[in-house]
């Protein structure tokens, strides 16, 4: 499975983006995320989506703020990201897990399928 993340940039705080995930495969995706990683800081989670889209899960940071969904018949996953904040400055990847894991996820483990990530940089 190939993963394309796009439509970072750059952004005022209070303003909005929408990232994309295209998959690239017939393989079927179980649930999609998407996690972010500032300079120096760890890789953190921020939104997870299963298959039918029926469950989501957010990072306490993103409630609120973004929605996470999903279109399987294009096999891409989204990102709406609204009232950007300065603190929301960093590189997102989006994540598939192609295996059914059984973790929630809300972890990285539970995905084992990256893409290259997409720089989203909100000015203050």
């Known amino acids: 499975v190939q993963l394309q993340a796009s439509g970072g940039g750059l952004v005022q705080a ?3 983006l929408r990232l994309s995930c ?6 079927r995706t179980f649930s999609m995320g998407w996690f972010r990683q500032a300079p120096g800081k760890e890789r953190e989670f ?18 609120g703020r973004f929605t996470i969904s999903r279109d399987n018949a294009k096999n891409t996953v989204y990102l709406q990201m609204n009232s950007l ?15 059914g894991s059984p973790l929630i996820p809300r972890t990285d483990k539970a995905f084992d399928y990256w893409g290259q990530g997409t ?3 909100v000015s203050s």
């Open 14 to 16: 209070g303003g909005s």
């Open 22 to 27: 295209a998959a690239s495969s017939s393989r």
């Open 46 to 63: 921020v939104a997870a989506i299963s298959w039918s889209g029926g469950m989501t899960w957010y990072a306490d940071s993103a409630k």
């Open 119 to 121: 720089q989203v940089t």
């Open 85 to 99: 904040k300065p603190e929301d400055t960093a590189v997102y990847s989006c994540a598939a897990d192609s295996r």
